[in-house]
Each structure stands twice: as C-alpha cells, then as structure tokens.
C-alpha cells in the first residue's frame, strides 16, 4: 500500500473505531512543529533520511550533525570502570580484557562457545557453555574477537550500542548509532509503554530520530502510545499493515495528534540516518493479510558487525530473503520470540549467528520459544541469550568487536533458580 492511500484509510478507520480524536491532555515536556495552516496532517512525501525542525520562542532547532563530544579514558589492566553519573557530554573509562567491571555485568562469550540448554523453568533458555570467571564475585571480561587484537584501541573509537529491552511476551530494541542518533525499533505490548520510556530516560534519550513499528501486533505497538506521549519523534517508518484493533487505533491517533512524519516501509530500501551504518530492509508488507509475514525486517550493519533483526516473520519469508540477499550476521534477533512458525535450520546456516537474542516472557501463553528453534540454533554453534532470563540486554561494538552486557548475572539467575 503506497503512503497516500495507507494516510487516508487510517484516518478514516480511527475516526470510525474512536469516533472523533481526543487530543491528550497531560503535560509534555518537548516542543514539536506546528501543522499547516488549514491544521491538517501532512503526511511524509520524502525519503526516509530527513531532518524536521523543532520551533521554539527563540529559534528553531538545528539537528545534531557531528559525533557526540566525548572521550574516553583507557584504564590500567587492572582499573576498575566507574559508572557515568553526567550528561551526554561526558568522559567515558574503558578497561582492557583483564579489567573487573563492579558496576555492571558485562558477559562475554569467546567465540568456540557452544549452548547448554537450562530449562529452569518451561520455556527458559539460559546458561551458555562458556568458562565464567569471577574475580572478587565480579565476572571478567572475555572479548567477543573477529580477528582483532582486541576490542580497547588508545584513541577514541566509534562505537554502536544495542539495547534489546525486556519488555515480557514482545519486542523493543534501541539503536544508539556512532552518530548519536536514537532509533527505536517497536514498543512492546502495553504494560511495557512505562518501561520503555524509562528505559530512554535512563540512557539520556530525550529523542527518537527514527521509530520503526515492524508490524502491528499488540505485543510490538501496544507500548508505542505511552512512548509517543514521553518523548520525542522525529520520523517513523511503518509496516504499511493496518489492523482493526483499538490498540491499532491509539497508535494511529498518537501519530496523527502530533504530526509525526510517516514513511511506509519498502524492500530492499536503505534507511539513511547515520552515515556509519547501513541498514537495509530485508522483508516489507506486500499485500499479505498476515501481520506477521508484513513485518520489517531490518540488517544493522557498522563496519564488519550485522546484526539481522527478524520481527515476526515466517519460514517462507526466511526462504525469500535467502534467495535475494546476503544474510550472514554475526548477532540475530530470532523471529517471533522463538516460535515454531520460523527459523529454520537452513535459513540459520545462511545467516551463521555467534549470538542469537530471543525476547519473550518467562510465562507466556505459547511455549516459546519451542525445543526446535533452540536445537536448530544449537546446530549452528549459537550463543542463545533470552530477556526473559537476562532481562535487558545491550551489545555494544566498534564495527570490529563486540560484548554483551546483561541486567542479570548467571548467578542472580542460579539463586532466582
């Protein structure tokens, strides 16, 4: 569906579903651009890579176009990192492979690592067959290598983060590019809208400079609403798939009340917003009746690191992709939270995974993720990393390197048992 029609059928399916719009009330601590004259919304008629200027009583705002201003500090091999308390402005403390991180749980796999299956629970993916050291209880960091020295250089190194954020039976990923710029990717079902949003707050995002709702299920646009409402949007890229639910609705109406620039997401399109990185769509709805296989399905690529983001496509999506394009991804978000409708063996041996992340809730309803997906990830020697054992969840690399940090560590998930 082109953006004209998907404009004016959403409008009309809002206006038919809510009646008219009610416009929220609540305090909003940001300034967003006016309307046209008439007060009409006018939709996004540009490619994706866009600037949109915010007013304000003294000016207008210029977006960011250079490198975040900050250093860092390389520490002793045996320094000890210190947790940033300041603004986005701020000195940076990073150790090399033998440093002890006693503020955050930074787990590295080394690369021969193989999975071991901990069940603890029905559906819990857990505990990787990797050597954890611990030195005073704190875990040492093993770099993820690809062939380089190491990830730590003297001089500044960009760097991208990757948040995959436990938001329960659902998907919610935060891009924060070398360039500084903040791209959301979902929000979770509804209950998950508060800690998504506390989530930015807590690592200083005060601005969305793309939103990509993959598809319009509850459990990937339910938390968009409160989002929208919190912070900031610049542009968003949308699956195209409308949807007759009132979830689908609040979604729609948020975007209308505060004029935010829409784009419909188009296959094989690069998404220009960082020039860093590249990131192409892999999977776009096409007319299929089935949000699942509609979903946008994004290849994250900064410099020798990809990572595959999967939405909630199906098999047949998985095929199709393989027979187009080059899928090979060191990181992979596995499709829909683990379920028996994806992933593949084949399509996992076109891809070749060293880590794999699947975000689902501990006690959802639908057995994900099912013995098959983690035997097929087994199969290709993927590191399995879950939310619902982890809990958030942040890959951070140099485009040559990576490691994973996670909000729990193996032993606060063997004393939870």
């Given amino acids: 569906m082109d953006k004209s029609r998907w404009c004016t059928a959403l409008a009309a399916f809002c206006s038919t579903a809510q009646g008219k719009h009610q416009p929220h009330k609540g305090n909003i601590n940001r300034t ?4 046209t004259a008439q007060g009409k919304h006018q939709p996004h008629k540009g490619n994706i890579n866009r600037t949109r200027e915010t007013s304000t009583a003294q000016g207008k705002h210029q977006p960011h176009k250079g490198n975040i201003n900050r250093t860092r500090e390389t520490s002793t091999a045996q ?32 690369t021969s690592g193989k999975t071991i299956l901990s ?5 819990w993916v857990g505990m990787n ?9 704190t875990i040492v960091i093993l770099l993820i290598m690809t062939g380089q020295a190491g990830y730590i250089h003297a001089e500044e190194q960009p760097k ?16 924060q590019t070398p360039s500084g710029k903040n791209i959301l990717i979902d929000g979770g079902p509804p209950d998950a809208g508060k800690k998504v949003a506390a989530y930015l707050e807590k690592h200083n995002v005060n601005q969305i400079d793309l939103l990509v709702a993959t598809h319009p299920d509850i459990d990937h646009i339910g938390g968009l609403p409160f989002i929208l409402k919190s912070v900031e949007v610049k542009q968003l890229l949308d699956s195209g798939k409308m949807y007759t639910t009132k979830t689908y609705a609040r ?15 188009k296959e094989d399109e690069l998404i220009k917003i960082d020039p860093h990185v590249k990131i192409r769509i892999l999977n776009a709805h096409s007319g299929s009746e089935n949000n699942n296989e509609s979903s946008t399905v994004l290849r994250i690529s900064f410099k020798e690191i990809d990572f595959l983001l999967m939405a909630d496509v199906k098999k047949e999506q998985e095929e199709e992709m393989a027979k ?6 060191e990181i992979i978000k596995i499709a829909h939270h683990g379920s028996s409708t994806s992933t593949s063996l084949d399509f996992l041996k076109e891809v070749s995974p060293r880590l794999a992340v699947i975000s689902y809730g501990r006690t959802n309803d639908f057995g994900h993720p099912v013995d098959r997906v983690i035997n097929n990830l087994d199969k290709v020697n993927a590191d399995i990393y879950s939310t619902a054992v982890f809990g958030d969840m942040t890959i951070r690399t140099d485009g040559n390197s990576y490691m994973l940090m996670t909000e729990k560590t193996p032993v606060s998930i063997l004393d939870a048992g």
């Fill in 251 to 265: 979604y729609i109406s948020q975007i209308l009340f505060y004029k935010i620039p829409v784009a419909i997401a």
């Fill in 160 to 175: 991208m983060d990757v948040h995959f954020i436990d938001v329960g039976q659902g998907d919610s990923i935060l891009v």
């Fill in 119 to 123: 069940h603890y629970q029905k559906g």
């Fill in 32 to 35: 967003r651009e006016t309307s």
């Fill in 324 to 329: 187009k394009y080059q899928l090979d991804s």
């Fill in 129 to 137: 067959r990797f050597m954890l050291r611990f030195l005073s209880g």
């Fill in 79 to 110: 320094g000890k990192h210190q947790p940033h308390k300041g603004n986005i402005n701020r000195t940076r403390e990073t150790s090399t492979a033998q440093s002890v991180y006693q503020s955050q749980n930074w787990i590295v796999i080394p």
